[in-house]
Structure formats: C-alpha cells, structure tokens
C-alpha cells in the first residue's frame, strides 16, 4: 500500500544513521540533507546522542517524536523490534529498510520479514523492502547510493527489484541526459512490489502532468494480472511502460511431456503478459535506457525516418538497422532536394542519408534539418554528429537544441564522440538535450518501439458449453483424459475435429473402418508421442492392410488400443495451451505435424485472446506464406484458424485445471479446420 507518508513526508528518522558518509545510515543522512529535505530530521544511533550533523539524535527509538516515515539501516536482528515501536507507538505511515539478512538470506530472516510485513499491513504503513538502497521523490532523496540523478516531474518514474543494478542503470541514463520524477528500489517486495508501483503511478496519473514514461527492472512477477491491468491502462492514458524481466534463461524449467510443454515456458509467458499489455521488453541496461530516452521525446507517428550525418559509417549503419526492421529510409529527390544540395559543401548528398561531409557547418545542419521539417515527407530525423577532434561542436549542438524547440517532427541526437566533445555533450545535457552515443543501439530500440503491436484486451471468448466441460473435468482425475472424453472436450468447445474411432479387436477395426470408410488413418492409444514408436500409418486402403498394421500396432510397448479416423487433406497446424502458474494459460500455434519439431516456429498469448490477437499470432509466424497458400499450394482458412485459438482460449478459462493440450494436427483447407489428433492433461 502507497501512503501519502512514503511519497512526501513532514518528518524522516534514520535509524542507524551516522555522521560516516561510508555507511548506508551515513550516506542516507549525507543525502537527505544535500537534497534539501525541508521537513525534519532526526537520527537514531545507540552511540551517540543530541545531535549528528544538526539533527536531533536518540539513543534508541522509543525516544523519538510521531514520525511519517523511517529509514532502517540497521542489523535485521533489530528491525522487528523497531518496528513494532514505529507502527504501534510513533504513528509511523511508511517504513523503508535497507538493511539486508531477512527472506533472500535465511528461515530466521524470513520470519522476520514476516512479522515485519504483518504489523505494517495491521497499521496500514508502507513498507519498501527489505534489502534495498531506498527511495527517491520529488520531497526527499533516502538512498544511501550515488550517482543522485536530476529530478523532474515530466521525468521518468523507474522501479527496480535489485538495489545494485538501479545505481548501474542510473549511471547510463545520466549519460543520456535523462531525468527522474521518482525511484523506487523494492528489493524484497515483503509488501509492495512492482505491481503495486504500477498502480499507484496508474491511479495517480495525469496526461501532461505525470511521469510520461515508467521503467522497471524486475526479477519477480508476483501478480501478473495486476501488473497487465495497471500496465494496460497507463498505455490508454498514453503513458508508455518499458521493462527488463530478468532470470530467462529457465535452467529450472519443468520436465513437459507434450509439444506444447516443451516450447512453452515461463519467460514465454513473460514476453506474451508485455505484449498484451504494451510492454516494450529490454535485455540489457543500454537497451532500457535508450529505450526509455527514445519514448522521451514526442510520439512518432509514422515509420519514415530522415538521416542527416557527417559521417558516412554510423548513417549506413544506422540505415541498415532501421530497415531491416521495417522503418522506412525513403529517397530524396527533385527540387527541393536539389535545392537543399545548392547550400551544402560540394561532394555531400542530400539522398537520405542526408550526408553534409566532416567540414559541414551549424548552420548547414539548421537549413538540413527545416528541409526535413518542411519538404520532405518524413516522421523524425536522426542527426549523428561527431567530432574529429579539429574543430568545436558546441555550434552544431546548440542548433539541434534550439530546432527540437521548434520542430514537429522528433529531433533524435546520436551524439557519438564522447571523448573529443566531451564537454559540448555534456553542456547539451545541462541545457535539457537526451543524446545516444551509439547509433545502432538507438536503431534498434527505436525499431522496437514502433513495432510493438497496439495492445488490445480480450472481453469475451467464442461461446463453449461450459456445463458439460466442467462435468468432464470434474469426474476426471490428473494425468491425460481418454480419447472418448477428449473427444468431448473438443466438441463441447466448438472445435471441428474428424469422426474417430478406438477399437480393441480386429473385427471391431474392420466395423469402424466400413463405418468411416476409406482411406484410413490409424493410430496407437497409450504412448504419447506415436511417431516415435511406429504408432501412427496413413492413406490405409484396403482390409489386408488394415488387418497387419493392426495386428503391429497392438505389439507396440504401452498400447492399449488403436484409433481409427478418414484421411483428410490440407496444411498441417497446430495449436497448444499450457497453463503457466500465476500467469494463467499460454496458447500457442503454428504449423504441425513434424514441423512443429523441425522448425519451432510457433506464436504464443496469454489467454484470454482477442480476434485481432490470434490474428496477429497466425501472421507473425515464419511460416505464414504456407498458411496462405503458395505456388499454387491451397492456402488455410484463416477465419476458422482463428477462431480455434480462440476456442482452445476459451476452453483454457472454463477449465483452469488443463495443465497442457495439443491439437496437432489441425488439417487447414480453405473449407475447413479440422482437429485431427488431440491431448488433454489435467493436473488439479
């Protein structure tokens, strides 16, 4: 719970603080008061008494007046006890502590942090922490860490889970010139995690007045709903939310047992959760901050770029990069751009990258830049200027400043030499200038911004019949539900799927064969993956055939049966759901059959999901061309394709307790979708 006392406080004791600038109660104290907090301050230390540094100092904490909020910098040990006196005593409403040694360290530490998080919780108090470096807001500075960045209320708010990697991303954003309206290290999230964060900057936002941008470096996901939620609904107020998610690596992923299982994971459902809820997803700390500075400035409306450099490399490099990202770098031509070449240096060019040589002029980049403004038909324009070390740049920056002021269009700096313009860069980041120091970077997080997909919720499923699914699952127990019942799981979700039939006896093989006619598929019941086993013939046309493919099949390791159904042509598809624990189910889909081995390349989402998301998931499959229909091949129905991960969407919902399913093969035809082969798994 965010309290007003936590955001802006009257009064701070430093419990643990010292006149050692050395020692995090040192350093808090150190900043505190360089900061210019202006409401009182007083300081806890069992070794000294009346005052450290001009504040009012007490031997132990009973001694201290009502207070808002407390830092602790002090062994764990002794915060329980501290703060039962903060919360029951000294009408404490926010409590930050430092100090490390609770649920990251040790079962005492744990039950620490328990006792702890359970009287805040009683007395309503905000708790941020344990095991972290502090806060930052606009009232105070309480970090005992350096570098302290500039504050601003149209600056970026910036949550992170670990204490030493918010001081490194500081340190990279200060290089760019950016500015913070707040900071919250969370550390231990005993009580308020990042998805709390969210909702308070959500319920607290103003479009115009609020942080415009909130980044987030996050090591847990406690509450992936609530962080979707809050997430969702700062991107309608037109805030943008930019995050790293680390741990993906998933060496202790869980052993799956379907196709399904195998491909999804939970960072897949990380990725899928960012997506649906307008995330843009960085991996490394260059990334989030370059991230985080590009949505700084004003919203690009298109995906036309102009380049305007002195420098050949960086701009093709620059250009590579956008391109193959699908930003347009379009060609510059006619009169206008001849007139522009007119009032460059001979030898430059005005094609886009527009490149006005190493001798080009202030002023030249000034008449470059209104081109793009006025004449040419571009959404932003990047200018790489660097500096050989002849001449000054202070000119060239001051023009970018003073055109940014004017200009619609973003003005984006890639202000590359940090050695030789050293201090013209650093007198543009003073004057209020976010510059990028490596172009190919800036490409690509820019690139990542204007391809994240419009992020859209999903209000209601494809009508299932949920009486008799839930009569299903009810009366089955864990493990893989029957061919009979998967059957009528499939049809009381409305997913097409072919006539089949399992027998356990020859003559009953030849009767369902008569009744479904020829040709035949056949298939073993009991192991799971039938290809591996010889489990699985097709285009069976005739009796003696059926009778010997029988008879092998009925001898092959865990067979219990054999299943028959018609053979049915068309593109091979699949789709799968594997529920994720807090995240709920990813639903996934691509082609199938082998190929979903072969060439893993399958979309996901996070149910529930919307028309225009499965949509999108079936068009950003590698493998679309194929779904479509090429060289004369017939293409899929991709209506009905749709609806069918919507339908598997729907199913997930109504029956939480599937653990994983395939469908695979779906047979997709311009006619029809058709569930061939399905597994269904239930874990309660």
């Given at each position: 719970?965010?309290?007003?006392?936590?955001?802006?406080?009257?009064?701070?004791?430093?419990?643990?603080?010292?006149?050692?600038?050395?020692?995090?109660?040192?350093?808090?104290?150190?900043?505190?008061?360089?900061?210019?907090?202006?409401?009182?301050?007083?300081?806890?230390?069992?070794?000294?008494?009346?005052?450290?540094?001009?504040?009012?100092?007490?031997?132990?904490?009973?001694?201290?007046?009502?207070?808002?909020?407390?830092?602790?910098?002090?062994?764990?040990?002794?915060?329980?006890?501290?703060?039962?006196?903060?919360?029951?005593?000294?009408?404490?409403?926010?409590?930050?502590?430092?100090?490390?040694?609770?649920?990251?360290?040790?079962?005492?530490?744990?039950?620490?942090?328990?006792?702890?998080?359970?009287?805040?919780?009683?007395?309503?108090?905000?708790?941020?922490?344990?095991?972290?470096?502090?806060?930052?807001?606009?009232?105070?500075?309480?970090?005992?860490?350096?570098?302290?960045?500039?504050?601003?209320?149209?600056?970026?708010?910036?949550?992170?889970?670990?204490?030493?990697?918010?001081?490194?991303?500081?340190?990279?954003?200060?290089?760019?010139?950016?500015?913070?309206?707040?900071?919250?290290?969370?550390?231990?999230?005993?009580?308020?995690?990042?998805?709390?964060?969210?909702?308070?900057?959500?319920?607290?936002?103003?479009?115009?007045?609020?942080?415009?941008v909130k980044m987030l470096y996050i090591e847990s996901i406690n509450d992936p709903q609530k962080l979707l939620k809050h997430a969702y609904s700062l991107?309608?107020?037109?805030?943008?939310?930019?995050?790293?998610?680390?741990?993906?690596?998933?060496?202790?992923?869980?052993?799956?047992?379907?196709?399904?299982?195998?491909?999804?994971?939970?960072?897949?459902?990380?990725?899928?959760?960012?997506?649906?809820?307008?995330?843009?997803?960085?991996?490394?700390?260059?990334?989030?901050?370059?991230?985080?500075?590009?949505?700084?400035?004003?919203?690009?409306?298109?995906?036309?770029?102009?380049?305007?450099?002195?420098?050949?490399?960086?701009?093709?490099?620059?250009t590579d990069v956008l391109s193959s990202n699908d930003i347009e770098i379009p060609n510059f031509e006619g009169d206008k751009a001849k007139a522009l070449?007119?009032?460059?240096?001979?030898?430059?060019?005005?094609?886009?990258?527009?490149?006005?040589?190493?001798?080009?002029?202030?002023?030249?980049?000034?008449?470059?830049?209104?081109?793009?403004?006025?004449?040419?038909?571009?959404?932003?324009?990047?200018?790489?200027?660097?500096?050989?070390?002849?001449?000054?740049?202070?000119?060239?920056?001051?023009?970018?400043?003073?055109?940014?002021?004017?200009?619609?269009?973003?003005?984006?700096?890639?202000?590359?030499?940090?050695?030789?313009?050293?201090?013209?860069?650093?007198?543009?980041?003073?004057?209020?200038?976010?510059?990028?120091?490596?172009?190919?970077?800036?490409?690509?997080?820019?690139?990542?911004?204007?391809?994240?997909?419009?992020?859209?919720?999903?209000?209601?499923?494809?009508?299932?019949?949920?009486?008799?699914?839930?009569?299903?699952?009810?009366?089955?127990?864990?493990?893989?539900?029957?061919?009979?019942?998967?059957?009528?799981?499939?049809?009381?979700?409305?997913?097409?799927?072919?006539?089949?039939?399992?027998?356990?006896?020859?003559?009953?093989?030849?009767?369902?064969?008569?009744?479904?006619?020829?040709?035949?598929?056949?298939?073993?019941?009991?192991?799971?993956?039938?290809?591996?086993?010889?489990?699985?013939?097709?285009?069976?046309?005739?009796?003696?055939?059926?009778?010997?493919?029988?008879?092998?099949?009925?001898?092959?390791?865990?067979?219990?049966?054999?299943?028959?159904?018609?053979?049915?042509?068309?593109?091979?598809?699949?789709?799968?759901?594997?529920?994720?624990?807090?995240?709920?189910?990813?639903?996934?889909?691509?082609?199938?059959?082998?190929?979903?081995?072969?060439?893993?390349?399958?979309?996901?989402?996070?149910?529930?999901?919307?028309?225009?998301?499965?949509?999108?998931?079936?068009?950003?499959?590698?493998?679309?061309?194929?779904?479509?229909?090429?060289?004369?091949?017939?293409?899929?129905?991709?209506?009905?394709?749709?609806?069918?991960?919507?339908?598997?969407?729907?199913?997930?919902?109504?029956?939480?307790?599937?653990?994983?399913?395939?469908?695979?093969?779906?047979?997709?035809?311009?006619?029809?979708?058709?569930?061939?082969?399905?597994?269904?798994?239930?874990?309660?």
């Amino acid at each position: 719970m965010i309290t007003k006392q936590l955001i802006s406080p009257k009064s701070i004791v430093v419990v643990g603080g010292s006149e050692d600038v050395h020692k995090p109660g040192g350093a808090i104290l150190e900043n505190l008061l360089s900061t210019g907090f202006k409401g009182n301050i007083y300081v806890v230390n069992p070794k000294a008494s009346g005052e450290i540094r001009g504040c009012r100092t007490f031997l132990n904490i009973d001694g201290i007046p009502e207070v808002d909020l407390a830092i602790l910098a002090i062994p764990a040990k002794f915060c329980v006890g501290t703060v039962e006196t903060l919360c029951y005593k000294k009408n404490c409403g926010a409590i930050i502590i430092i100090s490390a040694g609770f649920a990251e360290d040790s079962k005492e530490g744990a039950e620490y942090e328990r006792k702890i998080v359970e009287m805040t919780n009683d007395v309503g108090a905000a708790l941020i922490g344990p095991n972290c470096v502090g806060v930052i807001t606009p009232s105070y500075t309480g970090v005992f860490t350096k570098p302290i960045p500039s504050l601003s209320p149209m600056g970026i708010d910036f949550v992170s889970g670990s204490g030493a990697t918010i001081v490194f991303i500081l340190e990279l954003a200060i290089q760019l010139g950016l500015k913070f309206a707040s900071i919250f290290s969370i550390g231990n999230s005993a009580q308020i995690g990042v998805e709390d964060m969210l909702e308070y900057y959500d319920q607290s936002y103003v479009h115009g007045k609020s942080a415009p941008v909130k980044m987030l470096y996050i090591e847990s996901i406690n509450d992936p709903q609530k962080l979707l939620k809050h997430a969702y609904s700062l991107y309608r107020k037109g805030a943008r939310v930019v995050a790293i998610k680390s741990g993906y690596s998933e060496a202790g992923s869980r052993a799956a047992s379907s196709h399904t299982g195998a491909m999804a994971s939970p960072d897949k459902a990380v990725s899928a959760l960012f997506r649906k809820a307008g995330i843009i997803r960085c991996y490394s700390r260059m990334e989030l901050v370059t991230t985080a500075a590009i949505m700084m400035f004003s919203q690009v409306k298109g995906r036309k770029m102009a380049i305007i450099t002195h420098a050949g490399g960086p701009a093709v490099m620059l250009t590579d990069v956008l391109s193959s990202n699908d930003i347009e770098i379009p060609n510059f031509e006619g009169d206008k751009a001849k007139a522009l070449l007119n009032e460059l240096y001979p030898g430059s060019s005005v094609s886009n990258p527009i490149d006005f040589l190493a001798t080009g002029t202030a002023d030249q980049l000034g008449k470059i830049i209104d081109a793009c403004e006025n004449d040419f038909n571009v959404d932003s324009m990047a200018v790489i200027f660097g500096n050989p070390g002849l001449v000054s740049s202070y000119g060239a920056y001051d023009k970018i400043l003073e055109k940014q002021k004017v200009c619609k269009k973003p003005i984006f700096p890639i202000l590359t030499s940090i050695v030789n313009a050293k201090d013209e860069i650093e007198q543009f980041r003073n004057k209020g200038g976010i510059t990028f120091p490596e172009e190919v970077i800036f490409g690509s997080c820019f690139a990542k911004i204007a391809n994240i997909p419009e992020p859209i919720l999903c209000n209601e499923h494809p009508p299932v019949d949920k009486e008799k699914i839930r009569r299903i699952i009810n009366n089955s127990g864990n493990g893989y539900l029957t061919p009979e019942k998967t059957q009528e799981i499939l049809d009381a979700a409305g997913i097409n799927r072919v006539k089949e039939l399992v027998v356990s006896s020859y003559p009953e093989a030849i009767k369902a064969a008569r009744e479904i006619g020829w040709p035949l598929v056949m298939k073993v019941v009991g192991p799971v993956h039938k290809s591996d086993v010889g489990g699985v013939v097709l285009n069976i046309c005739d009796d003696h055939t059926l009778e010997m493919e029988y008879k092998r099949m009925m001898r092959i390791d865990g067979c219990i049966g054999v299943l028959l159904q018609p053979m049915i042509s068309g593109t091979q598809l699949f789709v799968g759901a594997k529920r994720e624990d807090k995240f709920g189910h990813l639903v996934m889909c691509g082609l199938g059959g082998i190929y979903i081995e072969v060439l893993k390349d399958i979309s996901y989402s996070i149910s529930p999901i919307s028309a225009l998301e499965a949509e999108e998931m079936i068009h950003h499959l590698r493998s679309y061309k194929l779904i479509e229909g090429v060289r004369g091949q017939e293409g899929v129905n991709e209506a009905i394709f749709n609806e069918t991960i919507r339908r598997v969407s729907a199913l997930c919902s109504c029956a939480p307790e599937i653990f994983e399913m395939d469908i695979n093969p779906l047979m997709g035809n311009q006619k029809s979708v058709t569930a061939v082969d399905a597994r269904i798994r239930i874990e309660k």
